[in-house]
């Protein structure tokens, strides 16, 4: 073989191996024993935006900013060659120059060689910012998850604890404690939907279908956040309920007024101010002993940094209810 035809191989193979190297959609770059960059594939020239005549022979842990200087990861490098050891997967998260923070991991291996001598180390890098961000969302999702099956099974148990059995059937039990969870998972939805919500569709549909023909509402536009949805529903569900047992709504001529308006507070707070009034009903009287609607009504209330104040007048209940918004 002719020194011409043994160039021509040597080059031919040369121009294959760099094919190789630059079909490879990973950045790949080549250093010599003195850890200095002597070749770098296109995917590392595109990712991290530079050229590739201004890396060639640089340190390359003096590239860009002294991004890779990280005293760990030049102590891998370094190890590669005499220890004949591999860094595998060593997570970098930088902010690099040209394209913002990334993270990337990190392999980095004796280049081979036929003769098994080589000096030169290949390094490979992988970027995985996207996966971490995927990664991440989906915990917190998962956590969020957690965390509200949690709060919703606590609400659940309490319903189901404080629903009261003394002179009900188990049917009667079966219907409220039903009619309190729907109202729950109801209030649920309509918090999970929004950072805030309207208070007049909430007020509705927490009464839901009792008597929608006989309920009136009047009052300006104002808006809940959703860590009041829950509480709130559950006043009003627990009004109109005990409205269609024994007030207004458990005869055909009975109506349901309900008016608010915004009030200006101490420290700057403004307060929704609302009014529940029961009318053409039944005679009411003040109740012999305190049930679970009373306590959670006044309950709620004041776990909102409220109060309510209940009337039983003979023509009909009147709640007051005032809420901090």
Known sequence: MILEDLYRLLRSGHVQAQGVVDTMTQPIVVL???LCVTNANNAFVRTFEVERDDILGESFFRLGNGQWEIADLR???ASVIPKAAAVVGFEV???FPAIGQRTFLVD???LVHPDNNSTNILILFDDVTERRRHDAEKDFIVAEARHRLRNLFAVIRAIAMQTETEDRTATEYRDIFLGRLEVTL???EIASSGETTDFEPLL???VGE???ERFHCDGPAVTLTSSKVLAVSMIFHELGTNA???GALSVPAGQIHVTWALEAGPRSRTYLICEWQEKNGLPVTPPKRRGYGTELIEGTSAHLGGKVELKYDPGGLTATIKIPV
């Open 32 to 34: 010599d024993h003195n």
């Open 75 to 77: 102590h891998l490098i």
């Open 93 to 95: 998260t930088h902010d």
């Open 108 to 110: 980095a291996r004796r």
């Open 186 to 188: 109801r209030a649920q």
């Open 204 to 206: 509705r549909r927490s």
């Open 210 to 212: 009792l008597g929608v």
């Open 244 to 246: 269609m047992k024994h």
